[in-house]
């Protein structure tokens, strides 16, 4: 039996993060791409390279790894370099997602915030993305001590969440408590199970 290769999307504080945790406690195998990039960050690997020939060897320390603060200076300050360093790593992450997927058997779940926005939705058997309103979500990330305009900011640079949804063959609601959020995931779960 394949994977079936589900993608996991949602915006800052939706709790994608939980839903995650969720299926992986119900037996999904799930992969953070965060992490992935991280890893493709360490020196020697083609994320590091990739940053390295974008933006020179000042993004790198003094191992060859990506330096993130050196980095985030960089792409955080300019659209366009984001734009270039997010279609260096995309692909990147995809390749590596798919290489882990293939030896990996059941449901296994790519964590992604840009999921949809960087082309990634054709790729999955099954897109599931978490939304919360945009109050909900702030004062989420204001509880969790992000400042309350770095939030505000985070969540217009993230938008409405339209194009998520629409691409989304699944859509949890994530404003109420943990119990809703559970009886979502257990049917999302059967869903997986029944494909």
Known sequence: MSAFR???TGGLASGKSTVARMLAERGATVIDADRLVAKLYRAGEPGARAAAELFGPGVLDAAGAVDHARL???????PEARRRLERAVHPLVRERFAEIARGTEGVVVLEATLLVEAGYAPDFDRVVTVEADPEVRLARSVARGMPEAEARRRLEAQ?????????AD???RNDGGLEELERQVDALWVSLQQR
């Open 6 to 8: 589900v993608g996991l």
């Open 72 to 78: 985030a200076g960089v792409v955080f300050t300019d």
């Open 170 to 172: 699944v859509v949890i």
């Open 159 to 167: 938008g409405d969440g339209a194009e998520r949804r629409a691409a």
